[in-house]
């Protein structure tokens, strides 16, 4: 399976590569514009494969029971992080990217700091729940933009590796119509993902809730156990 998914992500570097150097040559829009769902459709698939914190998101949004659209928002939020810090990072040419040939196209910086914040949110649930405090709607959608930005800040090594490619060839807008392909390909697939685990947490706790008369501790429950798993997560990320 890893030979697999190391197969397909070199298919889909070599792929988009290659229609950045057919446009740099011929400067041919409609052939560019026609890759659009090759674009579309490898955006998906890189998705599918391990990275992207989705076991994250999943745990956020069903530990936190949101409404369907607030898990889709927070899924939005995470994709435009994902992408658009790929996109800035490429543009200003930050010696923060990688150049090595294990870590290419990734930023080791910035995905330490992305880990560090979702311990920090982490242990911020985990110490509300303990004492007790319900969160607002207000305070309830801020911690979803924090989680969605922290947990997207992660820069989309294929975006990045495009990006920085289409630049070297003096065509950057190629590297920007494959990143808007990105968010569309990468978008579904996590946004599927938030509200999947939304119905699944939601369905979950209206069977618990059902079962236990203390509605409140169940709340509480969830929540400090959604922290203690991000936490979890984010530091095997941080030292792995």
């Known amino acids: 399976m890893l030979e697999l998914l190391v197969d397909l992500q070199t298919t889909i570097h070599h792929t988009m590569g290659d229609y950045v150097s057919t446009f740099a040559r011929t400067q041919d829009w409609s052939a560019l514009l026609a890759a659009l769902p090759i674009g579309i459709l490898f955006g998906a ?3 599918l494969t391990p990275g992207h914190n989705k076991l994250i998101l999943a745990t ?5 029971r949101l409404a369907l659209l607030r898990a889709a928002f ?6 435009l992080t994902h992408i658009g810090s790929a996109v800035v990072l490429a543009l200003v040419g930050s010696t923060l990217i990688s150049r090595t040939l294990v870590g ?24 509300s ?8 709607h207000g305070k309830h959608q801020g911690q979803g933009m924090a989680i969605g930005l922290a947990a997207g800040l992660i820069p989309c090594p294929l975006t990045l590796f495009v990006m920085v490619f289409a630049l070297a060839n003096n065509v950057p807008e190629a590297g920007l119509v494959f990143a808007a392909t990105m968010i569309v390909g990468v978008g ?3 946004t599927l993902t938030g509200i999947v685990a939304s119905w699944a947490g939601r369905r979950a706790a209206s069977w618990l809730e059902h079962h236990d008369s203390t509605v409140y501790r169940v709340g509480m429950a969830a929540q400090a156990i959604t922290g203690m798993v991000i936490v979890g997560l984010a530091i095997v990320q941080l030292i792995g």
């Open 74 to 79: 927070v899924s939005m939020v995470m994709t």
């Open 188 to 190: 579904g697939i996590l």
């Open 129 to 136: 729940a303990i004492r007790g405090n319900r969160h607002g």
């Open 60 to 64: 956020y949004t069903a530990g936190n």
């Open 104 to 127: 290419a196209g990734r930023a080791p910086a910035i995905e330490a700091a992305s880990h560090i914040l979702l311990i920090a949110i982490g242990a911020w649930m985990i110490w």
């Open 45 to 47: 698939v890189h998705a």
